[in-house]
Nanobody, 128 residues
């Protein structure tokens, strides 16, 4: 089972950039699709980017062309490079597994995984 630890959040002005990192322990990491999720108070957690074990990336329309997800299987790391940030990107960002996700109407839908492990998340605030 993958145990994630996120880092790299902070405060950035609209239009700025920020990079997030995730250290994910677990012996099955290289075979596991990983994703970045985000959550704002009062809303469900949403999957915004996913990367399969071979490095193929997938994005929700809300972040496509602005965010880049990548992974380093040798070091069990997942990254999210965010650019052209908007106030609506403000959220707590989490790294977690994302196996069996679907792309539907511009959204990424994570597969059901009752035992999915969550880290503490990292806060991203986009504000002037």
């Amino acid at each position: 089972q993958v145990q994630p630890v996120e880092s790299g959040g902070g405060l950035v002005q609209p239009g700025g950039s920020l990079s997030l990192s995730c250290a994910a322990s677990g012996i099955t990491f290289s075979f596991t699709t990983m994703g970045w999720y985000r959550q704002v108070p009062g809303k469900e957690r949403e999957l915004v980017a996913a990367v399969t074990g071979d490095g193929t990336a997938h994005y929700a329309d809300a972040v496509k062309s602005r965010f880049t997800i990548s992974r380093d299987n040798a070091n069990n790391m997942v990254y999210l490079q965010m650019s052209s940030l908007k106030p609506e990107d403000t959220a707590v960002y989490y790294c977690a597994t994302a196996d069996h996700f679907l792309w539907l109407d511009g959204r990424l839908i994570a597969g059901s995984a009752p035992n999915r492990s969550w880290g503490q998340g990292t806060q991203v605030t986009v504000s002037s």
